[in-house]
């Protein structure tokens, strides 16, 4: 196996076009991407989907192999989705073998779009129970005679600007 040192200064785009243009060798490539997704932050993922662009597109363009293509995009682990390889096929490419895959794709969006309906609705009657909260709150009043004092430092309220809170201390 000829590994490919990426400890000193995380190099993975380099490390990547070697494997995939010297070496001819996609499962290195592959490698050095899954160790750049454990070592890498979250927002270092452009730099991460970069890698597994770069090595689906070298799988299209080079190997012409489907299966490979399809485990090239699992193994990505939901970096790459079906839509962003797509480009890399010529005009003549069938899309009846991406067919599970974009199905699968779509499913997932029409998930992503019920969780956000969902949440959506949730926010939505969240702030109508504050606006009646407020409301409700506008029409409330409180009588305080002149002879009360503060609860805490037992100064006469009158004296100085005070707040009555909902439940009536002041």
């Not at 995380?10 to 750049?36: D, M, R």
């Not at 407020?134 to 409180?142: M, Q, T």
Request: net charge negative; proline share 2%.
């Amino acid at each position: 196996s000829s590994g490919i040192n990426t400890e000193y200064g995380g190099l993975y785009e380099e490390a990547v076009k070697l494997a995939l243009t010297k070496l001819g060798n996609v499962h290195e490539a592959e490698k050095t991407a899954v160790e750049a997704q454990s070592y890498c932050s979250l927002e270092q993922q452009e730099m991460i989907k970069k890698l597994w662009l770069m090595i689906a597109r070298h799988v299209v363009e080079e190997e012409k192999d489907i299966k490979r293509v399809m485990d090239v995009i699992n193994r990505a682990e939901e970096v790459l989705k079906i839509e962003d390889i797509l480009p890399f096929f010529n005009d003549f490419f069938y899309i009846d073998d991406f067919k599970d895959a974009i199905c699968k794709s779509l499913e997932i969006y029409n998930q992503n779009i019920n969780q956000l309906n969902d949440d959506m609705k949730d926010a939505t009657d969240s702030a109508e129970r504050i606006h009646n909260d407020i409301s409700n709150l506008k029409r409330k009043n409180c009588v305080v005679e002149s002879s009360k004092n503060c609860y805490l430092c037992d100064i006469p309220l009158l004296t100085r600007s005070f707040y009555v809170f909902p439940c009536s201390h002041m």
